[in-house]
Each structure stands twice: as C-alpha cells, then as structure tokens.
C-alpha cells in the first residue's frame, strides 16, 4: 500500500513537472507592518571599517530598502576603546584604519534616531591569510574565473570572498565633433573624452568554502564567476579585485543559511528557508529580529587583469552597435536637432561638388558619450 501511495506521488510530482500548460501560480503575499533592522558589515581590523544599515520591507515592495539614517555606530572594544563611525551617504557609516588589535576583543553599538539600542556579541579578530591566487580559464564560450587559498597554520578553515569587477568599454560611434552653443564645432585635444571609459559593479552573490574536511586548509580553484564571451566586460580589457575574509565557524554558518535561503528557493526540491541567527540583538527588547552578523578579521585583495587578446581568436567578442541618421541644412536646423542634448553630431557630410559642409550624420547621445554609461576618468589602478 506504501509503495502504490509512493508511486501515485511521485507520478503526480512528474506531471506537475512536465506539464507545460500550467498556468504559473503567484500566491498572496503576506505583509506585515514590522521593519526589522539590517546590518550589512564587519569589522575591519587592517582597513577601513564600512557599515550599512537598513530595515527589512515587505516582497511585493519593488521600491529598494529604506536606509536606517541618522544613528550613532562605533567600534567598542573589550578594554574600553570606542571608536566612531561617521555617516557618509544615507545609511553607511564609515571609519578610517584603525588597526585594531588581536589581542582584544570588539563588538558594534548601534543607537537608532528613534532611541532604540542594539549590541552584537564581542568578537575575536581573525587574521586572514594572503589569497593563494586568481586564475581564470577560457571553457564552452564564457571566462571562469577561481580564487584559491592556503592557511599554513590550519587556523582559518572558513573563508568568505567578495569581488569588484571593472572592465573598458568603448562608445558605439566616434566623434571629434560636438555641439556648442548653436553649432558644431571640433573637439580640441582639452575636451574630455567620450569614446573610451571605465565602468565598475561589485559582487551580489554570496561565496563560501571551508577546508574542515581536509587535513591541510587548503581552498583549491573555488569558481568565483563566470563571464559570457560575448560580455561588454572582456570586449577591451577587463579586472577583478578579489577579497578574502577569514571567518568563525558561526559566522560561516550564519552566511551558509542566508546564502540558502536567497539563492536556493524555487523548485520543488530546493531546501526550504532556514531560521537567520545573527549575533546582533536589541538591548531592550531581545526577541526583536535583527538582520546581521557581525565578525571581525583583517582583509587580504589580489587584483588580475585579463586583455581581449589572451581570449580565444575564434570568440566574437562584444561590439557596441547603434544606428545613425542624416541631417541636411536644407531640411532641419543644427540649433533645432542638438540643443536638447539628447543626439549628438557624428560625421561631417560634404557636398559632392565642393568642399563645404552640408549636414551631418548623428546618433543618440547614450551610442557617442561614452559616460552616460561609465567615467571617463581611468582608475589608478589600470595598467
């Protein structure tokens, strides 16, 4: 009877499954009136020390979280010392090296505008291990890049990464004309350029490894990312900066489940969404849920470039297209098509039967200007 109530189920799964006429189900959400603090940072005992916080909303709010602005933050050690962090923009609070020391132990205060308090559990400072190296390898049309790691004292077991990605780019359409006042003239070598910028964006995903299952803590080739061939990202040049966080048992724990719950759910067969504990409580009211987990370590980067020409000759690689169309004098106005700022002159157009201009070809201002989409100014870093 067993096995028959098994197999009626699992062939009722298997429908379900393959049965493409089904119509997407999209239940009730339930909302609650409550906003739960977020606490997004740690403690950096060999660097700059950066702290976000914001309040938990409701799913079917598309609008991005409110920022918690307006508290007190600091760094209170075990000894006695305090140590500030000032707002910088709404909701980060900041401060600079302090150098912390691992002999002691630290926590973070936190005072909301409205008076409530919050403490976290005092933490040990881990010291993390240099990155090992950052590779990548060219497979099935699309770069993947790896971190790898070693801890010669076996003392650290537990890593987080995060990354920073920056890549060159170029616009669509190339000029050395522009619009100025009320008619086009030549760019001069102290115009700014617009043809070739740099745009940065920071890692959303959360990556874990631990080495407690081998004898030496050793993290060998764990995939960061990868990179479709066709990507703006490798279509010049392109860097990631890599950062390595050593973490505690219960920090990778706390980061193992909030990595489960955000990037797991959607089948029928992905683990359902575990119970966040954090370290971070309310002073006065500790049954009050608060989003976070403090930790405190050093911080070890290692930066990688990787140049179109390293990547296979046979990839096409990404190449930015835009249309362009034609004024004529005797049509439109220079003053009335540029002046809003929204097209951009291109090329100049002469008359067949003598060397004066007559019109010009143009393109929208997001396929010549480089910086609608990035900076023109090049990062220090860039080799």
């Not at 339930?30 to 906003?35: F, K, M, R, T």
């Not at 909701?91 to 909301?112: C, F």
């Not at 608060?290 to 930790?295: A, N, P, R």
Request: with cysteine.
């Amino acid at each position: 009877m067993k096995t028959r109530n098994l197999n009626v189920l699992l062939g009722w799964l298997m429908a379900l499954l393959l049965n493409g006429c089904i119509e997407p189900y999209a239940p009730e959400v339930l909302e609650a009136p409550n906003s739960y603090l977020v606490v997004n940072g740690f403690i950096n005992a060999n660097g700059p020390t950066n702290v976000q916080l914001l309040r938990t909303q409701n799913l079917n709010e598309e609008v991005p979280p409110p920022a918690e602005t307006g508290a007190t933050v600091s760094i209170e050690a075990e000894n006695g010392e305090n140590y500030r962090l000032s707002e910088t923009e709404a909701g980060y609070y900041t401060v600079g090296n302090l150098g912390l020391s691992p002999a002691n132990k630290y926590r973070l205060y936190i005072k909301t505008s409205d008076g409530e308090e919050y403490l976290s559990e005092f933490v040990a400072v881990k010291q993390t291990p240099e990155v090992g190296a950052v590779t990548w390898k060219p497979i099935d049309e699309e770069v993947q890049l790896y971190v790898s790691a070693q801890d010669p004292e076996n003392d650290t077991r537990y890593y987080r990464w995060e990354y920073e990605s920056t890549w060159q780019f170029r616009s669509a359409l190339f000029t050395n004309l522009k619009f100025d006042g009320d008619t086009v003239v030549y760019r001069t070598d102290s115009d700014e350029e617009i043809y070739y910028c740099w745009r940065s964006d920071h890692s959303t995903t959360i990556e874990l490894s631990n080495s407690t299952r081998l004898s030496q803590d050793v993290i060998s080739n764990y995939k960061l990312l990868t990179i479709p061939h066709n990507s703006e990202k490798l279509a010049i040049k392109y860097s990631i900066l890599v950062k390595q966080y050593a973490l505690t048992r219960e920090a990778y724990e706390y980061w193992e489940t909030l990595k489960k719950n955000t990037e797991s759910i959607g089948t029928l067969f992905d683990p359902l969404p575990s119970q966040l504990k954090g370290n971070i409580r309310n002073i006065h009211n500790p049954d009050e849920p608060v989003v976070g987990f403090v930790s405190a370590s050093t911080m070890q980067e290692k930066r990688i470039f990787i140049d179109h020409k390293e990547l296979p000759k046979e990839w096409r690689l990404y190449l930015p297209m835009c249309t362009v169309d034609t004024l004529l004098f005797e049509d439109r106005s220079v003053k009335d098509l540029f002046q809003g700022g929204g097209l951009m002159p291109v090329f100049e157009l002469y008359a067949p039967s003598g060397p004066f201009v007559i019109g010009y070809t143009y393109g929208a201002k997001s396929c010549v200007d480089c910086r609608t989409k990035g900076t023109n100014v090049k990062p220090a870093f860039w080799e």
